[in-house]
């Protein structure tokens, strides 16, 4: 399977309401940023990150792929996916402008878009290539219910329809605003309404500093939170060590970390109780395969952030034995061929060959934008 072309693609997808906001972003689109790549026995394998939708730095991605990794790959052999990202992640041009960032996102999708191909070229979905389920249920937390911009009111009726009507037993609330103490009687509310089998995790999106974190757990500690997730700055592996140290709530990151090592330093820092590793962010599934097994060695639940939204996600946390859990957020899910779905809660296991990655042609059309 040689590969005979790579043709980038720019989507923004519109999200669920009108707009969003954590403690640190606000957005009204999702960006789908990778590529096609085809090979000489007619497959075409769908690889993409996950953005803003912010055109410029977007077109900085599509740019790396087209310029910098398309020449490393025309001609190659579709199968050998590990040598191939060896060559992409390890070329010494590239490992010296970038290890992270735009190159490591253009990787990814590179990557995933190899992985297409192999499950397709297999004529079974991604879950079955790696191996086989290792469940069959997967359950997911519920995170569109709870931005930071929506007033209490509109929480707690997304809350209640999520739990009681949709069946999800786990839902997400951001916190960070400029008052810990705001957070918390939002939670409390939440509490209340929901009363207490339903699992509440928190995602402070790397606002706050130490002390502010250490006011929120004392105030939020008879809550019976499931996890804090990103707390503070993203790279600050001591104050996310000094954290888990000083509470009980555990604590969940990995969405901005961009590679097996970063993760091992918060591991071996005992700076993280949930790891979060995302193939959009990493170099794509074959990285991720390194941190999953690096949690697993250590004994560490793996719940995937879905930079994806979980197209992605679901076949690998169906398969990898420290996955259990797995974020849902439906934003761009109608815009595939074989969509995420989840009923009473648990994940529909996917049974399209593929990576569940392969988008709709009229999305790309109607949604997708020049790259230039």
């Known amino acids: 399977m040689k590969i005979t072309a790579i043709e980038p693609f720019i989507v923004h997808l519109p999200l669920t309401a009108s707009s969003i906001s954590d403690s640190t972003h606000s957005i009204t689109h999702w960006g789908v940023v990778g590529t096609r790549i085809v090979t000489s026995d007619g497959l075409t394998g769908y690889g993409f990150t996950g953005t803003h939708a912010h055109l410029p730095s977007d077109r900085l991605i599509?740019?790396?792929?087209?310029?910098?990794?398309?020449?490393?790959?025309?001609?190659?052999?579709?199968?050998?996916?590990?040598?191939?990202?060896?060559?992409?992640a390890r070329s010494p041009a590239l490992q010296w402008v970038g290890r992270s960032g735009i190159t490591q996102l253009a990787l990814a999708a590179v990557d995933v878009a190899l992985w297409?191909?192999?499950?397709k070229a297999a004529g079974v979905p991604?879950?079955?290539?790696?191996?086989?389920?290792?469940?069959?249920?997967?359950?997911?937390?519920?995170?569109?219910?709870g931005w930071l911009s929506f007033d209490l009111d509109t929480m707690l009726d997304l809350t209640r329809r999520a739990t009681e009507e949709d069946g999800f037993t786990r839902i997400k609330i951001k916190v960070g605003h400029e008052n810990p103490a705001t957070d918390i009687k939002r939670l409390e509310a939440v509490r209340q309404r929901i009363g207490s089998d339903i699992r509440i995790a928190v995602d402070g999106n790397g606002k706050w500093d130490l002390p502010t974190c250490r006011r929120f757990c004392a105030g939020a500690k008879d809550l019976d939170l499931f996890w804090f997730e990103e707390p503070t700055w993203y790279d600050d592996v001591s104050s996310h060590a000094q954290l888990a140290r000083s509470t009980e709530i555990p604590i969940a990151l990995g969405e901005q970390l961009y590679t097996v090592d970063a993760f091992r330093s918060f591991i071996d820092a005992e700076a993280v109780a949930y790891v979060q590793p995302d193939v959009t962010r990493l170099g794509g599934i074959t990285e991720y395969i390194q941190v999953a097994d690096l949690a697993l060695a250590n004994r560490?639940?793996?719940?995937?952030?879905?930079?994806?939204?979980?197209?992605?996600?679901?076949?690998?946390?169906?398969?990898?034995?420290?996955?259990?859990?797995?974020?849902?957020?439906?934003?761009?899910?109608?815009?595939?061929?074989?969509?995420?779905?989840?009923?009473?809660?648990?994940?529909r296991l996917p049974q399209h060959p593929g990576a569940g990655t392969t988008l709709l042609a009229d999305s790309l059309q109607t949604f997708g934008k020049s790259l230039a």
């Open 126 to 145: 991604l879950w079955s290539y790696l191996g086989g389920a290792r469940t069959d249920k997967l359950e997911g937390y519920n995170t569109d219910i």
């Open 116 to 119: 297409d191909i192999a499950a």
């Open 62 to 88: 599509t740019s790396c792929i087209s310029t910098c990794y398309a020449p490393l790959l025309i001609g190659e052999d579709a199968n050998d996916r590990t040598r191939l990202w060896n060559k992409l």
């Open 300 to 347: 560490l639940p793996v719940a995937p952030h879905a930079g994806e939204m979980s197209q992605v996600h679901v076949h690998l946390s169906y398969w990898h034995p420290a996955s259990g859990i797995l974020e849902y957020i439906p934003w761009i899910k109608d815009h595939f061929e074989e969509p995420i779905h989840v009923e009473g809660g648990i994940y």
